[in-house]
DNA sequence: GCTCTGACGATTT
DNA sequence: GAAATCGCCAGAG
């Protein structure tokens, strides 16, 4: 099972279309935990469905990819095949969607 | 119940 | 502009 977080930051998750993005702190406010967005990154990175949860969306504010369990590299390659442009490992602006 | 850690963020050096 | 520092909340030991 999971806490309560990680199924608030998952239920967000799923709610990212194809092709977009969210910035770990936008995610953090989109839970209500505005201010808790390192409860949340922990959060995510505690999930192991990658199937069921595209957690790969989930990129930092400062438009770098972040982080990764199978690796920086391949969630970039994971993204920019989704449809996400992605320059130099950074995460376009139109890539980003509004929770 | 206290302490450490973490797929981060913003600020300062 | 990149690297280091402090701060934030939640979960695990």
């Not at 936008?26 to 595209?54: F, H, Y």
Request: charged share 30%; proline share 2%; aromatic share 4%.
């Amino acid at each position: 099972m999971a806490t309560e977080l990680q199924e608030r930051v998952w239920k967000k998750l799923k709610q990212i279309p194809q092709g977009k993005v969210v910035s770990y702190a936008e995610l953090a406010r989109a839970v209500g935990n505005a201010q808790a967005v390192r409860a949340v990154a922990s959060a995510v990175g505690k999930n192991t469905k990658l199937i069921t949860i595209p957690c790969h969306r989930v990129v930092r504010s400062d438009r770098s990819v972040g982080k990764y369990a199978k690796g920086e590299k391949k969630k970039i390659a994971l993204l920019k095949k989704e449809g996400v442009r992605i320059t130099d490992g950074k995460v376009d602006r139109e890539s980003f969607v509004n929770l």
